[in-house]
């Protein structure tokens, strides 16, 4: 079997699995296997990675996953890879929920093997495991993010208009200024911490001189 003919059938076909090769070209699995490490190929992380794609065929979304007829493949390699470094990108932290979300399976299908994992670590937080970075400065900067999510959750759309015009408004004034504002003219509950969260969030703090 011709490495070009190889080509041609992953072009046609998109993704193949062992047995698929193996019948098309009529030659062995063992042979089929040899080809398949000369090209570098990608295996899935799903479908009980049987399917394989050439690396050059992939168009992979912001998270490194492309997923052709319900087959998907990572960038970063297999589900144990790919979690990780989604843990380790991540601007504030992952629950299993958001995982499944990202990979396209149901968490409890797979998130019970990463209780444990180098670089990474789980705590609970309202009930619901968050996993972080093990490195104490991404960590801080995740659970800070992750925080900071929870606090503008709590705030409508029609609360952070308002927030927002007072902002514009008076620049000038502090979060607890604001705060105060928004309550005595406008009748809107905001503490000065959800302020700041909010400002900070969308990088809309405003930052102090340096003395």
Same mark, same amino acid.
């Given at each position: 079997?011709e490495?070009?003919?190889l080509?041609e059938?992953?072009?046609?076909?998109?993704v193949l699995t062992?047995?698929?090769v193996?019948k098309l070209h009529?030659?062995?699995i063992?042979?089929?296997?040899?080809?398949?490490?000369?090209?570098?190929?990608l295996?899935?992380y799903n479908?009980n990675?049987r399917?394989?794609t050439l +690396?050059d065929?992939p168009k992979f979304n912001?998270?490194?996953?492309?997923?052709y007829?319900?087959v998907?493949f990572s960038?970063f390699g297999?589900l144990?890879?790919t979690?990780?470094?989604?843990?380790?990108?991540s601007g504030?932290?992952?629950?299993?929920?958001?995982?499944?979300?990202?990979?396209?399976l149901? +968490?409890?299908?797979?998130?019970h093997h990463f209780r444990?994992m180098?670089?990474?670590?789980r705590e609970?937080a309202?009930?619901?495991y968050i996993?972080f970075?093990?490195d +104490?400065?991404?960590?801080?900067?995740?659970n800070?993010k992750?925080n900071q999510?929870?606090?503008?959750?709590k705030i409508?759309?029609?609360?952070a208009?308002?927030?927002?015009?007072?902002?514009?408004?008076? +620049?000038e004034?502090?979060?607890?200024?604001?705060s105060d504002?928004?309550?005595?003219?406008?009748?809107?509950?905001?503490?000065?911490?959800m302020?700041t969260?909010?400002?900070?969030f969308h990088?809309l703090?405003?930052?102090?001189?340096d003395?």
């Amino acid at each position: 079997m011709e490495t070009s003919a190889l080509k041609e059938r992953f072009k046609e076909f998109r993704v193949l699995t062992l047995d698929q090769v193996s019948k098309l070209h009529g030659c062995s699995i063992r042979t089929v296997q040899r080809q398949f490490a000369a090209l570098d190929v990608l295996r899935s992380y799903n479908r009980n990675s049987r399917y394989y794609t050439l +690396p050059d065929i992939p168009k992979f979304n912001t998270y490194g996953i492309w997923e052709y007829q319900d087959v998907r493949f990572s960038k970063f390699g297999d589900l144990r890879k790919t979690v990780k470094q989604l843990i380790l990108n991540s601007g504030c932290g992952l629950s299993g929920s958001e995982i499944g979300d990202i990979v396209g399976l149901l +968490p409890r299908s797979f998130m019970h093997h990463f209780r444990e994992m180098d670089g990474i670590f789980r705590e609970k937080a309202s009930g619901v495991y968050i996993y972080f970075s093990d490195d +104490p400065s991404l960590y801080a900067r995740q659970n800070s993010k992750r925080n900071q999510v929870s606090s503008i959750k709590k705030i409508s759309n029609a609360l952070a208009v308002q927030l927002l015009i007072a902002y514009i408004k008076y +620049p000038e004034l502090s979060e607890k200024e604001l705060s105060d504002t928004l309550a005595r003219d406008s009748s809107c509950a905001i503490s000065p911490e959800m302020i700041t969260d909010f400002l900070s969030f969308h990088e809309l703090l405003k930052k102090t001189p340096d003395s």
